[in-house]
């Protein structure tokens, strides 16, 4: 386990991943009439604007509540979540040879992962490692798959079709996309049952900026969905959580509060100093890392510079 850093920062581009500026260019392809007809452009400007204040109200059922909202959604934030996330994934020793499959087919659940920033961050590494299209080509490893299933209550299936179809077009060989699975629920992942989770198949569960609005939701069902991981998943099953650093909502417990990262790590890990049975281990931690991106990136909207905490548990 890594000790505390203070504050750590991503490459802006690691090497073994598609590089930012075509991670970028993805979504203007896949996004292509949006961010390049100016009615169109004029139009998404205008969702981005009440998809801010729906976020800023907290009323995430209304910032995803259409389409239109979406895709704007997907194209103001997603690109630079998918450069950020490609970054930690290949930083993350661990996931980063989950997603390139080199043992055996692979099973990764997205929690909260309809907006495709996770997506598009999975196939920037699985790509590379394939007969990847011109530049990036590496070897050619055993043919096994990747299968990538995105929980979402919301239904992005417009945008995950586009961001899947320009995935398949653009980075991978015809004969590589049968390697790339990607399945979309619509669903509530708090009344999902392990069944259809297929929890136990599962290598790496992600739940990227999305504890936040479970626990906000619902407590104890957030904490029952913890269970039921703890419950079925398979040994060497690994789970990624990051949230904006220092935003953790409070929880009381009896009469004092404590972060919900606190919460989690309990139901996860047992009790501070009595983990000796506990279900998971944390492999690696950080409290604050920085994704600062490339602002030579050529893309018609704002890039976020991103700071988050993160922590990475293996399943005993
Ligand atoms: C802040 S967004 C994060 C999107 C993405 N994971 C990222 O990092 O860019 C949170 C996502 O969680 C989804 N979500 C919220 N509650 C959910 C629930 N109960 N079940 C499944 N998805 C949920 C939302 O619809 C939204 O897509």
């Not at 239109?68 to 930690?88: E, M």
Request: net charge neutral; glycine share 6%.
């Amino acid at each position: 386990m890594s000790g505390h850093p203070k504050s750590s920062q991503l490459k802006v581009h690691h090497e073994d991943t598609v590089a930012p500026e075509d991670i970028v260019d993805l979504f203007k392809i896949a996004f292509i009439a949006e961010l390049y007809s100016n009615d169109e452009l004029a139009d998404l400007q205008s969702q981005i604007q009440t998809v801010k204040a729906d976020l800023y109200n907290r009323d995430y059922t209304s910032a995803f509540g259409n389409d239109s909202k979406r895709i704007a959604y997907c194209c103001r934030w997603s690109p630079s979540r998918a450069t950020a996330y490609a970054s930690l994934f290949a930083h993350l020793k661990e996931v980063s040879n989950v997603m390139r499959c080199t043992d055996g087919d692979k099973n990764i659940l997205c929690v909260g992962g309809g907006a495709g920033g996770e997506l598009v961050a999975l196939a920037s590494l699985f790509a590379p490692s394939r007969n990847f299209k011109a530049k990036y080509s590496k070897v050619a490893t055993e043919k096994y798959s990747l299968n990538i299933h995105l929980v979402d209550i919301s239904d992005w299936s417009n945008v995950v079709s586009r961001l899947s179809e320009a995935i398949r077009q653009r980075w991978l060989y015809a004969g590589e996309s049968e390697f790339f699975n990607i399945q979309f629920s619509k669903q509530d992942i708090l009344t999902s049952d392990h069944m259809t989770l297929g929890l136990a198949k599962l290598d790496f569960i992600s739940l990227l900026f999305t504890t936040n609005e479970l626990f906000a939701e619902n407590k104890a069902q957030s904490i029952r969905l913890l269970q039921t991981f703890n419950q079925y998943c398979k040994s060497g099953c690994y789970l990624l959580i990051t949230e904006s650093a220092g935003s953790y909502s409070h929880i009381t417990v009896g009469t004092k509060k404590f972060p919900i990262q606190f919460l989690i790590d309990t139901v996860l890990m047992g009790k501070r100093g009595e983990e000796t049975n506990s279900p998971w281990t944390l492999v690696q931690e950080s409290d604050s890392t920085w994704y600062r991106g490339d602002p030579q990136l050529d893309y018609p909207m704002k890039l976020e510079n991103m700071r988050f905490f993160y922590r990475l548990y293996k399943k005993v």
